[in-house]
């Protein structure tokens, strides 16, 4: 009597469907027991996740992991595990920064309206070029050393950490923060939200409708740039060559080698197009909510690169799956982290300091969820038989 | 001669040590063919073991030494994440790079849970941590299972076996070779010497414990190192003592240069990117291969035309 | 009769997308015997003997040594039951020396042990066999002949009951395959069995004692000695397409006229992946409407040589010349732009996008140079190649990973052969596929040569298809390059000759 692991005959129907849903619940189990042996009763865990999925502040994360997250998946259609979209965002805000707080820094609380949006613009585009050269500098050290994308990505995010730390010590720290080691705020004629004003009705239904209403409402200019991005994304990989080229050299590169294409370009090319969404994604975070980077970098992004991989996953490298994908992560890790700020679990801490148990807990979430997806995989191509 | 003596065991030893168990775990791991991008998250919850290991003694009356028990209890608790990789990944044809990298992030958190508690519940970890002179034995333990290690992949069977599974596991099956059971041994000893190296982070360099640790990313130069160096261990000796220099002399660096702090940090990143990139481009590569399925999910019974 | 050593009965195995492997199969093999089982590429044969050797699990079915049913697990499993199976490609580890590869299998050699005593057994069996390699070498280093010498060597070490060759000798020349005979007619002497699979049936016919044949998963015949003839295994093996499978030339050689020089390669020298010299000093001038063929056991430097001509691989010294432009190392884009079909060792890993589907897959070649790919022309060339080589089933959005071994190469084939404008260069272009296939294809590479004025330049290990399609053919031994030679009036054993080491 022994267990076999077989070729399915034919993929398993909605494999990828049943494959996340049960990443999702594993990965969701495995954080309730984590909470559950550190002594917290795990109905409260579950029941603030779950009611995380209507709360009205997991749109901003949304939005944001929409974007990054079709950012990844131009790279992971290519079979380029581009890991590095924090870097990438981070030299997107550290040009953004230059340009609204050094070369056009302003104390004016409004500016004439074409000033502020050639800025703003400029800025973009900037940051857009910044993440693509930083992630074209990844795909070149791939593509013509061969050096596994990885690691390579995963040290570029350092270096762009202590490049950060280094400017934002020096030359970007900000006239008007006593002390601290940061950037001065964005000055306002620059700010990208939309300042939304709404009133608490006490009704728990309606203060849920109009708090969405609200959240939208204040990244509506995000919500734009999202409606861009899905479209491009969709056109770049279904109908154009270039799209082409990379679904094939993330399924058989010796095949586009044969085929006469260049297939470095094809790497560079594929990963400049990930860091410049994924600039993109920083100037918008910046202009709309972040407004001023503070010393030590790492946390100025809160992992959204790293958690975009999840979403990229979840949505089975579809470009409709995305926005489904990135609401459920962001629901998901937002939970996690409501869930550290429980009276139950703050109990479990006999001291205050609970900076280091937010951080944990969002990591245990995001690595089950991503742990039981990468191993559930096999689901979908593969079965298990007893055979006697 | 005794300011350098003691600049050498304060500052040099300890780093070396650290990172050549790291990277000769990683090493012998890797040879049997499982790409192992977990390593970050191991060495970090090496550290976090080790923080509780070293007070359990204290707290249970064992007669085992604190430093001792740590390294014990991470050792431990290392193997049985390498158990977990190995088998998982050589059960199921998924890919190597999620599955490490998964656990990667898992084990920070873990790593913190550990760490967090034991330092909240605790205090400072300085008494039970290795005393000074430790670190001349602790060098001499490192530089002899390296030593015995390299023989051991060489020279005997085994080491061939592990080899060969890193090289081509449809092979290896055919000639005879248990892939399972060496992709586990292989998977277990790398892990636990990563999971040592990052006892001694805690217990014989720092002393001291943060959870801020987890973003240092020693765990990827060490990685870089492992693939420059060949994942040879001796060749790994002088990489890792350069290393070792280049983190722990930061704070000398930048006195000496007149750099600011966060350059210094920057120099050990650009020296690992600048290894790789060297590696990949000169006959480094071709003499120092790795394994050819490094990385590849392996099937059993996949059918070829 | 004594009783058989091993049996096999009612084995059933099925592959993913539906194929039937085995249906039924039932075969005795006694001690003492030859066993050969015949049948064409994809008939099952290999299927069985990875069942027999632990590789594969049957869905249904059982395995009987030594009149007890037993359970194979796992090769070590099968070896420790006396059953050592050697393959066409070898299965020693490049990067490890010869005695650490013999040390994987014997379990007599502890896990702690170094390579002392394996030195000592491979010396004496060495010497009995006449083997002369350095048991320190590592086996990178070592021809295929060399290579397979070194698994009949384990063989023998292992002490096996049972000796299966799955195809192991059959891209060998005759000679180099007698020197194999011997060794095995002593194993024959010992009262073991030994299981030879082929699907060429003069290599059959040379030793067996008893032969199976296999066609399309089932066992349709069970011949011995005495009773076996060409005319009945063919029919036996092929059925009702016996007839459209020929070996035949299709004309005789340059009965159709030829134009000028198309690609010309002058003193092409060429390194392998161990930085060894795989082509050496190679020149070769293939002209407009000519196919020329190169023979030569797998190793020579055949991949080398085509790979260095499209441009995957780089040119140490020599130029390369498609219709007077110099295209030495100058990439796979400027050969390809010039009209150079490609039809690669082992299209199944480079020359398709399994996850894709058929026209992805054309229109990657065909729409290289549009920035918007014109899917409804890519839509209907792919339905035309569809239909013209009869590729099952007809849909081109199927995606390719769910197609028959058979029809993704006849996607490679056809998409190729079509593509191609000025040459076309192949390497073993109908591996791996049944002989109706294999036949339908060789056509239509003779009639594209011949209606496109396209210059064929093609490798095969299979000396049979090298004759029956060449205009002139050339032996490949060690990276150098012998000929011309007339396919018909030259005689086999020479060309055989020139092929051995």
Redesign the interface.
Known sequence: MRIV???RKKPLKYGGLVVALLSLLSGIFVFTI?AWL?GVNPYPVVETIVTTFIFPGVVKDFIILTLLGYALLIAFKGAL?N?GAEGQMHMAFLVSIYITLIVFFTTEKSLPLYISIGVILLSIVAAVAAGALWGGLAGV?KAY???DE???T???N??AY??G??LV??PFRGKYVYGYARTDLIPDPYKLSIPVQRQLSGNALIDTVTGYMAEFATYAVWLVALILVLIFTYWLLNKSNIGLRIKILGSNPDYLVSLGYDVRKTMVLTFMLSGAIAGLTAALYYHGSLYRIEY?L?YNTASYG?LA?LVA?LSMLDVYLVPLSAYIVSAVILGSQRVSSLPSVREA???L?L???E??????????I??A???L??IQD?ELKVVS | MIPQLDYIIDKILPAFVTFYLVSLGHSIFEKSGILN?AIDGVFFTGTGAALLGAILPIIYNIPISPPVMGVLVATLIAAILGLFMSS?LT?????H???G??????????G??LG??VR??YGTIYGVSFAREDVLYLSIISLVIGVVLHL?IE????G??I??VG??PH????????VMAIRIVAGMLGFALIGFGGALFILSWQRSWD?KLF?L?YG?LA??TA?AAGRHPIVLIPVSLLFGGLVNSQTDIQSRLGI?A??A??IP??A??AL??I???TRL??IF?SP?SLGKPY???E??? | MSSPLLSVANITKT?PGGVIALDEVSMDFHPGEFTVILGENGAGKSTLVKIM?G???PDKGSIILKGREVEIK???DA?KKGIV?V?QIP??????TVV??I???L?R???????TRVRRFFKEVGEKIGIKVNPDAKVWSLTYTQKQLIEITRAILLDAMVLILDEALTYLPMEERRKFYVYLNEFKEKGRSVILITHKIPEALEIADKIYVLRRGKLVGALDKASANIDKIRDLMFGEAAKTITYERFTKPYETPVGDIVLNIRNLVVEGD??EIAVNNVSLGVRAGEIIGIAGVVGNGQRELLEAIVGLRRVREGRVVIDNHDVTNKGVKLTRESGVGFIPD???RYAVSADNNIVENVAALFSRKNFVVNWKSMRELSEKLINEYGIYPPRPEMHVKLLS?GN??KTVVSRELEYASKALVAYNPT??LDEATSTFVRRKMKEKAVNSKLAVLFASEDLDEVLQLSDSLYVMNRGVLYGPFDPVSTPRSKIEELMVV
Not at chain 3, 109 to 115: A, K, Q
Request: aromatic share 18%.
């Open positions: 692991l077989v070729r984590f550190i595990w890991i050290i050393a061969g050096v990885v690691p390579v995963l040290i570029l350092y270096i202590f490049i730390d280094i010590y020096g030590p790492e790293y991989i996953w801490f006999t001291r300091q900076g280091g148990a951080m944990a807990f969002k990591l245990l979430m995001f690595g089950s991503l742990l997806y990468s191993i995989r096999f593969y | 991008l998982v059960f199921l044809p998924i890919s790079g999620a599955v990298l998964s656990l990667q992030f898992f084990s920070y958190g873990v913190i849970m967090y508690y909240l519940a051991f020279r005997t069977k085994i061939a076996a080899r060969a090289e081509n092979s290896a099956a055919a000639l005879g070779v248990r959870v973003t990313g990827w990685f870089a693939l600011p966060d350059v940090k920057l990143f650009l690992a990117l790789m990139l590696y990949s481009t590569r071709r291969a050819s099937y059993k019974e059918k070829s035309i | 592959f050797y590789i594969y699990t796992s090769s070590l070896i199976m393959s299965q020693l580890i490049d990067r490890l650490e590869n040390s994987l299998s379990t050699i502890g896990m702690f042990e170094t390579m161990y930085g082992q299209p199944l071994g993704i190469m591996r791996g």
